[in-house]
């Protein structure tokens, strides 16, 4: 069993054998590395983390929104090793409008309910994602709750 | 004595009616009356026969589940399929295991197309969570999967000790191991309780709950609530253990293997528990890889893989214990998986014990921890940082950490990005059961309707975990 030590210097050696050009930004933040790339290049880094280097488990999809910034929602992927109990965060930036990235659905059967929440809760749509359905709120929802111009207490909040 | 003691049960239930009996009451009058032999020779005779024995049954022509293996296109419209019946399983059906509503399309009892629904249970606990300090945040986790409610608070605190750059002191962290595994055992024994009882085997619930129950009221002791414990807190525990609390714990630890034959003798070779639950819901390893699998789901297709062993937190490097992985994949083996988890988590509290520390229950930093209640009466510092605590909350550095855990259900996952301030900017809870539920339609199309009963009884969901 590696120690996080070890962990952190192999995948620093992932990050390293990643084409240059599809790593925008890197860093280490409390023993994790994580990874900004280009969105266009997403679906191949990807494939390459899964087939390459044997993170073979996605273990979690998710967003955030940056509201003022331009673009505003960074996608965030968690990818794992199990051979080398190695964590790595992917990130990209959605972009256009409506906002969109890539969807991991041809690599991993699980991308397509962790991107259907993506979906439901912050309006990102993931081009080639073959049931793109709202799914936790009702399909008729207004508006996308996890976003930060989406007040907390509801749409129809009055205070009266 | 009661009727139910005078009839062979077995014939009466399983035969359909000879010509010769004209009613049920009269086969029961017939057998009372000890004229059962003419009109049983009669069946035998006439090719009705249930069985060369009394009370057992007798293999039929073709085996009960070939049906099961039949391939019915998914493609071809509904209208080609007249026969087709859409059924909807839930939300309201005891065996969804809450409020899941399944939409099933049958041919005969065939399962074709499988569409699960979620999130009536969704409580938008990541929109709360940002509206909230770190604090304020600890009793939502409980709520997230309100079977193992210390489990999610592990998680969560987990993840936000990280950020800080915190470690807890031994004591506390040996008592988390205690309470976490004591919640997987609870976790568990509700699983195989209702998981046991939608395939019609009635007993294991009253037993598993009879032990659930005493584990129930170790987390009352300790902590005053019972589903809610909230007890593990950022930087610590809530307080120490009570008095003879680890006593309790010891004598449930040495009873508790011994409880667990009474389950084995109950299921692990009774035939009609093993024809339900053999070969039904088999996962590869790839299969398994592909869907993002994990806990016991995973390890029953044979992947060794648990995050206590992998990524050791709260010092699980120190502890002796087996990681259980099945090797067919189905049913059964995840049966037997979270068996094993059992008696395993069971081990781990009792080594816990033995080497559980003095000492504090909590980090001494006054950013983090409450100050003693005495000192807040009667010292002015004491009584402005608690104040300090509660008004403004824990400052959190900058920066975003993922923390998984290993949660009775799987890989429990919490991704918090900290601004700065005593408010998470975006808290991301990544369950269980949300992600092992997506397997379900997979495994259940081509097979029988009763089969998925069992797969989403085998996944071990809670719908709180599904939706949060």
Known sequence: MSRPGETRLWVEEVLEGLPADAVLERGV????????VPRDRLLEVMKELRDRWGFRYLSDVTAVDYLPKRPRFQLVYHVWCHEKSALLRVKTWAEGDPPGVPSLTPLWSAAGWLEREVYDLFGIHFQGHPDLRRILLPPDWEGHPLRKDYPTEGPDWDLD | MGRGGVYPRPLITRCKRHPKEKSLSQVKENRTRGEIRPVLAQRYADGWGVGAKRGRLQPSASPPFAATRRQVSVEKPMSQYPERLILNVGPQHPSTHGVLR???ELEGEVVVRCTPDIGYLHRGIEKLMEARTYQQCLPLTDRIDYLAGSANNLGFVLAVEKLLGVEVPPRARYIRVIIAEMTRIASHLFWLGTHAHDLGAMTPL???FREREQLMD??????????FPCYFRIGGLARDLPD??????REFCRTFPDKMKDYETLLTRNPIWIRRTRDVGVLTVDEVLDYGLSGPVARGSGIAWDVRRADPYCGYEEFDFVVPVGQNGDTYDRYLVRLEEMRQSCRIIEQALDRLPEGDIAVDDPTITYPKKTDVYTRIESLIQHFLLVEEG???PEGEVFHHTEAPKGELAFFIVSDGTSRPFRVRARTPS??????LSKLAEGRLLADLIALIGTIDIVLADVDR
Do not use: M, P, S
Request: charged share 15%; aromatic share 20%.
């Open chain 2, 206 to 208: 009253f037993y598993a």
């Open chain 2, 394 to 396: 824990i400052r959190v």
């Open chain 2, 218 to 227: 170790l987390f009352e002791a300790v902590a005053g609530g019972r589903l």
């Open chain 2, 244 to 249: 003879g609390w680890t006593t309790e714990v």
């Open chain 2, 434 to 439: 949300f992600v092992n539920l997506q397997v």
């Open chain 2, 102 to 104: 399944v939409v099933v």
């Open chain 1, 29 to 36: 933040f409390r023993d994790q590395w994580w990874a900004v």
